[in-house]
């Protein structure tokens, strides 16, 4: 006796609905991408400090994972309250930075040996439950400092101010990317920041930006291809 035909559909659709139901269980659940992972050093050559530097952005976020080269979970971050329920999209860090010189709290090579070289992941959970993933390359190629050729302290004429530097070529194998000058009223809020191309080690202070009579403060910063980066400081007065 043959199944009638509607039973026979019937049968059909609720097979096809079983198997539709089981690919879809059996799918991963879908990981996005953080849209920036990065971990770097930042040494002061100055103040002969080292610390460790982390940003992050993407979706987001409730909780965040580090996992350090061979396992180790660096860090666990989560979001609780207004924070947990909202989300958190960019988060960047940096650890207290010891002083490298003698005497000091920990050797340069002790705090390298506390971050080694190799792939970090991040992983995050988004407020909506899916997973989060991104990862970033820490090397210990750190540039040295940049050898400041002017100003060296003192006056200087404020129509006529330019800070200059050597070119970061050590130690061997670094690759610097760009440098960045920071200038700052050691008295004040105003700030004047400046990216150059690795070929570029001088650059002149608009005088808009500089006030007669004043003290100002500033770096040179040399940003290796890795991401590290080492600052040399330096001050001025203006006439």
Same mark, same amino acid.
């Given at each position: ?21 089981? =690919? ?5 659940? $879908?990981?996005? *991408? ?20 982390? &940003? ?25 309250? =207004?924070?947990?329920?909202?989300? %958190? ?10 002083? /490298? ?15 080694? #070289? ?13 997973? $989060?993933?991104? =990862?970033? /390359? %820490? ?29 970061? *070529? ?14 700052? *009223? ?5 700030? &004047? ?14 005088? #808009?930006? %500089? ?18 980066? /080492?600052?040399? #400081?330096? =001050?001025?007065?203006?006439?």
């Amino acid at each position: 006796m043959s199944m009638p035909k509607r039973l026979v559909t019937a049968a059909l659709i609720a097979g096809l609905a079983l198997l539709v139901g089981a =690919s879809a269980t059996a799918l991963p659940a $879908q990981q996005l *991408r953080l849209e920036q992972a990065q971990i770097f050093f930042e040494f002061n050559s100055s103040a002969q400090d080292l610390g460790i530097q982390v &940003f992050l952005d993407g979706e987001g976020w409730t909780n965040l994972k580090i996992i350090a080269p061979g396992g180790k979970q660096l860090l666990d971050v989560t979001g609780k309250g =207004s924070v947990g329920l909202l989300g %958190l999209t960019e988060l960047f860090f940096e650890s207290v930075e010891p002083s /490298t010189a003698e005497g000091g709290t920990l050797s340069f090579d002790e705090i390298l040996a506390l971050f080694p #070289e190799g792939k970090y992941d991040f992983r995050t959970v988004t407020v909506e439950g899916q997973n $989060q993933i991104g =990862s970033a /390359t %820490l090397t210990h190629d750190i540039p040295d400092g940049p050898v400041v050729l002017s100003p060296l302290g003192g006056l200087v004429d404020l129509n006529n101010t330019v800070i200059s530097w050597l070119p970061v *070529r050590t130690p061997a194998g670094i690759k610097i990317l760009r440098y960045q000058v920071i200038v700052e *009223r050691s008295q004040g809020n105003r700030v &004047f920041t400046v990216d150059l191309p690795p070929n570029v080690t001088s650059v002149k202070i608009p005088k #808009e930006f %500089l006030k007669p009579d004043r003290n100002y403060i500033f770096e040179v910063l040399a940003k290796e291809v890795s991401g590290n980066q /080492t600052i040399t #400081e330096g =001050s001025f007065t203006t006439k």
